[in-house]
């Protein structure tokens, strides 16, 4: 089975502070895919991320960057400089092989920036 | 990138009567949509995957005749609350994916229901 996991519940950070926000996840195989969501007030889940389980480098996007480490399960994502617009439920996801897969999420993360 | 669509974004039902939320997509064909369920600071659990043409396979402890799901088209999934409950009232989300787009692709989520039964 598996199983996503986002240790922060809730993290609270001053404007321009760099944050991270971690993901753990398991499972038995070797071809998988990760994914993190961001889910603003407004409710909908916006993509913001997908990496598979062959891909390991680190990917950076803006102020957004994610660190894929297969020896620990992890897959962590950074913000740089955050800003209020940030404040957000991050959803850390996990899906296997195949277009017709579901996605397993983590409880998610509650970022607050505050000004 | 492709667009799901989700209606109504928020509906508020009598106790008792049932409520159908579409989900659809609106510039791709989706042989398979997903509905998930979030609850207040929760995270989102899969209920059931929506296959066009045929029934519906639903996770383990949901109830599938009260939550009816029908897929009769390739761009359009319908999950119908039957019987709503205040305990039913709950954030609902569909997702679907491109399998056009090529490999292995993210799941486009729609907007999402707020569903309230009092």
């Known amino acids: 089975a598996q199983k996503v996991t986002q240790a922060q519940t809730e993290i609270s950070v001053v404007e321009k502070e760099d944050v991270t926000l971690d993901c753990v996840y398991e499972?038995?195989?070797?071809?998988?895919?990760l994914f993190w969501y961001k889910q603003p007030p407004s409710g909908e889940l916006v993509f913001l991320i997908r990496?598979?389980?062959?891909?390991?480098q680190n990917e950076i996007s803006g102020r957004y960057s994610w660190n894929f480490q297969k020896s620990t399960s992890s897959f962590n994502f950074t913000i740089t400089a955050s800003q209020v617009v940030d404040s957000a439920v991050y959803f850390c996801?996990?899906?296997?092989?195949?277009?017709?897969?579901?996605?397993?999420f983590g409880k998610g993360t509650k970022l607050t920036v505050n000004p | 990138g492709a667009v799901v669509s989700q209606h109504p974004s928020r509906v508020i039902c009598k106790s008792g009567t049932s409520v159908k939320i579409e989900c659809r997509s609106l510039d791709f064909q989706a042989t398979t949509m997903f509905w998930y369920r979030q609850f207040p600071k929760k995270s989102l659990m899969l209920m059931a995957t929506?296959?066009?043409?045929?029934?519906?396979?639903?996770e383990q402890g949901v109830e599938k005749d009260k939550f009816l799901i029908n897929h009769a088209s390739l761009t359009l999934s319908t999950l119908t609350v039957t019987s709503a409950h205040p305990e039913d009232s709950s954030f609902y989300i569909c997702?679907?994916?491109?399998?056009?787009?090529?490999?292995?692709?993210?799941?486009?989520f729609g907007q999402g229901t707020r569903l309230t039964v009092v």
């Open positions: 996801a996990l899906s296997l092989q195949g277009g017709s897969e579901k996605l397993v």
């Open positions: 990496r598979n389980s062959f891909d390991e």
């Open positions: 929506s296959n066009e043409g045929s029934k519906a396979t639903y």
């Open positions: 499972t038995r195989d070797t071809t998988y895919y």
């Open positions: 997702s679907a994916r491109d399998p056009d787009r090529g490999g292995y692709t993210e799941a486009f």
